[in-house]
Nanobody, 124 residues
Framework: QVQLVESGGGLVQAGGSLRLSCAAPGRIFSSYAMGWFRQAPGKEREFVAA????????QHADSVKGRFTISRDNAKNTLYLGMNSLKPEDTAVYYC?????????????????WGKGTLVTVSS
């Protein structure tokens, strides 16, 4: 059972910042693209960002471009999502994901491993 473990969620005011982390087993982190999805109450899970296993290539959803930044530290087997200028509509459970490529991680069908999620709540 592969465990991806998210942390860093919480309550923040609109305009504030948070950084999410995801710890993954080394054998996964060293060979998989990694990404973030989110699911707001009553809505479908949606793609947020992805990064290639070497870290050079990234993709961000249009809704978060310029505000969120995905990064990874391969030495620590840890994925990050830096979130700035947060809006109430960013409120969701954020899930860490691993897949074969950044392209495949653009949709849920391309995810091979999921974390259990961490809740981010942005108050207005």
């Amino acid at each position: 059972q592969v465990q991806l473990v998210e942390s860093g969620g919480g309550l923040v005011q609109a305009g504030g910042s948070l950084r999410l982390s995801c710890a993954a087993p080394g054998r996964i982190f060293s060979s998989y693209a990694m990404g973030w999805f989110r699911q707001a109450p009553g809505k479908e899970r949606e793609f947020v960002a992805a990064i290639a296993w070497r870290g050079g290539r990234t993709q961000h959803a249009d809704s978060v471009k310029g505000r969120f930044t995905i990064s990874r530290d391969n030495a620590k087997n840890t994925l990050y999502l830096g979130m700035n200028s947060l809006k109430p509509e960013d409120t969701a459970v954020y899930y860490c994901a691993a897949g074969a490529s950044t392209g495949r991680l653009s949709s849920q069908s391309g995810v091979d491993y999921w974390g259990k999620g961490t809740l981010v709540t942005v108050s207005s």
